[in-house]
């Protein structure tokens, strides 16, 4: 039952209390570990890293970050102090949001959390908020002009984008090598290392100009996707309080503002 006093109130889940009391609370906890650049810098939880061969109890599955940068951690911040809250930044295991997130460790997942519809049918989802698409990138005097062209060549693949998953791409490359970080898959690739890396475009936005220029992108992307911000499926008056907040800040400008200064360009898709 929903129910609403004017079209732009805040409307009301029955029986969910979870915006009353991460108001009461003071805190928007958000869960990140992707590491996927320039969203969340990986660089700023490196050192955080936790054994992958043991699965913690939620209580013990996360580190609360004291400084965090990266346009999610700055939006959502923003978001949470004009709903009159701090925001907390935990680094979890990527593979362990799930529990983080149902055993209310943190309120939310960001750091690249994809739209699907199986992801809709699980969660309460924010509206997207960035566009990103998975690409090739090659030196600049590479002759490569198709994905064709490259049968047979060697391909780095930035963890994060998980192209290494594929197995299409495991026939096509003679070889995949996966790298943890970035700028480790565009060294190998600048030192002739490998001969192409699979990376996501946003993370290019975060490589300096003076290196961007060494590289060019192949027309043909790999795939594309959108991200969004996941909150429990019994969090939908949170959640709804949120998309309301970015909404706003859509409206007035700081998301474009914002997204220009990590980005280089406008690419918020919020109510697009």
Same mark, same amino acid.
């Given at each position: ?8 109130a805040?409307v ?7 915006f009353?009391?991460a108001r ?5 906890v958000v869960?990140v570990?992707?590491?996927?650049a ?8 490196s ?18 970050l ?14 949470a ?31 690249g959390f994809?739209?699907?519809?199986d ?15 998975r690409?090739?990138?090659v ?6 002009a198709?994905?064709?062209d490259l049968h ?6 930035h ?8 197995d299409?791409?495991h026939a ?10 970035y =700028?480790? !898959?565009?060294? @190998?690739?600048? *030192? #002739?290392e490998? &001969?192409v $890396?699979?990376?996501?475009l946003?993370? +290019?936005c ?17 795939d594309?996707?959108e991200? =969004?911000? !996941?909150?429990? @499926?019994?969090? *939908? #008056?949170?959640? &709804?309080? $949120? ?5 706003? +800040? ?23």
């Amino acid at each position: 039952m929903l129910w609403s006093c004017t079209p732009r109130a805040r409307v009301f889940h029955a029986q969910d209390a979870s915006f009353d009391e991460a108001r009461v609370r003071g805190t928007l906890v958000v869960g990140v570990g992707r590491g996927l650049a320039p969203l969340v810098d990986a660089a700023t939880f490196s050192a955080f890293s936790l054994p992958s061969s043991v699965v913690p109890p939620p209580a013990r599955c996360s580190l609360l970050l004291q400084e965090a940068r990266g346009y999610d951690v700055e939006l959502l911040a923003q978001v949470a102090r004009r709903l009159h809250m701090d925001v907390q930044v935990k680094v979890v295991h990527w593979d362990e949001k799930e529990r983080a997130l149902h055993a209310g460790v943190i309120d939310c997942i960001a750091d690249g959390f994809t739209y699907t519809a199986d992801h809709a049918r699980r969660f309460a989802l924010t509206q997207p908020y960035v566009r990103d698409v998975r690409v090739f990138a090659v030196l600049r005097q590479a002759p490569y002009a198709t994905v064709a062209d490259l049968h047979g060549k060697r391909l780095g693949v930035h963890a994060v984008t998980d192209v290494e998953e594929n197995d299409a791409y495991h026939a096509l490359f003679g070889q995949v090598k996966t790298y943890a970080h970035y =700028v480790q !898959a565009l060294t @190998a690739l600048s *030192r #002739a290392e490998v &001969d192409v $890396v699979a990376l996501n475009l946003v993370t +290019l936005c975060a490589v300096t100009p003076h290196l961007r220029r060494l590289y060019r992108i192949l027309d043909e992307p790999i795939d594309t996707c959108e991200y =969004v911000f !996941a909150f429990r @499926a019994d969090a *939908r #008056a949170l959640r &709804d309080m $949120v998309v309301r907040t970015l909404s706003q +800040l859509q409206r007035e400008g700081f998301v474009s503002a914002l997204s220009k200064r990590w980005f280089g360009s406008d690419m918020s898709i919020i109510d697009r």
